[in-house]
């Protein structure tokens, strides 16, 4: 089973950045996609970002096209999320997700997600 654990959420003003990480157990990290959502309060759970399983195919939500970047290492089982000129409206917590499969990067093909961390951007 593999246990997904995020780091890397906190509190900076908007126009900054933060890289989140997410390390991943198990011996199947490189044969699955992995993928980005976040959770503002009151909010259901939006897709963010997706990387399938060698990092030849990604996808953005479009909210952050152009702002954010996933990448993953599959030496260290570490999946990346570059976040830049960061807006109040991306506060949310922020989860890591496995994929179902190693090339679907739809968000409804990933499970097993992490216990999330917390970005809070301020104005």
């Known amino acids: 089973q593999v246990q997904l654990v995020e780091s890397g959420g906190g509190l900076v003003q908007a126009g900054g950045s933060l890289r989140l990480s997410c390390a991943a157990s198990?011996?199947?990290?490189?044969?699955?996609?992995m993928g980005w959502f976040r959770q503002a309060p009151g909010k259901e759970r939006d897709f963010v970002a997706a990387?399938?399983?060698?990092?030849?195919?990604?996808d953005y939500a479009d909210s952050v096209k152009g702002r954010f970047t996933i990448s993953r290492d599959n030496n260290k089982n570490m999946v990346y999320l570059q976040m830049n000129s960061l807006k109040p409206e991306d506060t949310a917590i922020y989860y890591c997700?496995?994929?179902?499969?190693?090339?679907?990067?739809?968000?409804?093909?990933?499970?097993?997600w992490g216990q999330g961390t917390q970005v809070t951007v301020s104005s």
């Open positions: 997700a496995r994929g179902i499969t190693g090339s679907s990067i739809q968000p409804r093909h990933f499970t097993s």
């Open positions: 198990g011996r199947t990290f490189s044969s699955n996609a």
């Open positions: 990387i399938n399983w060698n990092g030849g195919s990604t």
